[in-house]
């Protein structure tokens, strides 16, 4: 029985110094960014390989929850004789809630994948260790402009995923269900205001792209040296950036609706 207070201590000593040194990486990452932002085409060739690469997966899902949302609004407002708002309907769900939630939550999956295992990879390779030796910092050429790269194209891929969506619902509700185009676009026009709800969303994508690019280049950089090392830490990235994004979601939506 003495044991397991033991173990309790022990497991959540563990957890904190992960913790303390997360953080202290993070600072490093904020420390390191303006001389990783001078030399601006490293981070110009993240932004592609982790935003144009994940443009195709951002749209198509886009276009198909626009599809959804049309449909489901349409049959859920027209039992109001409000079917003409279902504008307003997809475009405030898309840009309050998921564009930035889904897009990254596919950022995670698509990119933030990508990004763990290339570092894992590299730290197996013992290319970081061979860096240190040469005195250039793995922190500066590396994890900051992958950093800044998944930060600066987070919110872009968000706001194509929530423009294609809008052209989904226009093509169901206006070419296939036959609502009137002019109130499907005035009725988005009236009711969607430019800083509280496309702001909001703007600010919800840059936290998200903050927290899933830094959750995917901390498991790559902490995880182990071996391919089932870098196996695992892949799979924790999805898992826990996923996690993070539903977290702060709340937790933003509930500071944002409260000032």
Same mark, same amino acid.
């Given at each position: 029985m003495k044991l397991i207070p033991a173990r309790i201590g022990r497991g959540l000593r563990m957890r904190l110094a992960d913790i303390g040194w997360a953080a202290?990486? +993070?600072l490093q990452l904020l420390k390191r960014s303006p001389q990783a932002l001078m030399r601006f085409g490293l981070v110009r060739e993240q932004i592609f390989f982790l935003g144009n690469h994940s443009l195709?997966?951002?749209?198509?899902?886009?276009? +198909?929850v626009g599809f959804v949302l049309a449909l489901q609004g349409y049959y859920t407002l027209q039992r109001y004789g409000s079917s003409?708002?279902?504008?307003l309907l997809v475009a405030l769900s898309l840009v309050r809630e998921l564009g930035p939630v889904v897009a990254a939550l596919l950022f995670a999956g698509r990119a933030g994948t990508s990004l763990t295992a290339e570092i894992g990879l590299m730290k197996a390779g013992?290319?970081?260790t061979a860096m240190e030796m040469m005195a250039v910092d793995?922190?500066?050429?590396?994890?900051?402009?992958?950093f800044w790269g998944g930060v600066i194209a987070m919110p872009l891929l968000a706001a194509v995923f929530s423009a294609v969506g809008v052209i989904g619902g226009w093509l169901v509700a206006v070419q296939l269900i036959g609502i009137d185009e002019g109130a499907f676009w005035s009725q988005m026009q009236g009711g969607v205001d430019v800083f509280a709800d496309v702001g909001n969303g703007v600010i919800k994508s840059v936290v998200f792209g903050v927290t899933v690019t830094f959750v995917a280049l901390l498991q790559?950089?902490?995880c182990k040296p071996?391919?089932?090392?870098?196996?695992?830490?892949?799979?924790r990235t999805v898992v826990v950036a996923s996690l993070a994004v539903l977290a702060l979601d709340f937790l933003l939506t509930?500071?944002?609706f409260s000032i």
């Open positions: 202290r990486l +993070f195709s997966i951002i749209s198509v899902s886009g276009l +198909f003409e708002a279902v504008g013992e290319q970081l793995p922190v500066t050429r590396v994890l900051a402009p992958r790559g950089y902490a071996t391919p089932e090392g870098v196996a695992q830490a892949t799979t509930a500071m944002m």
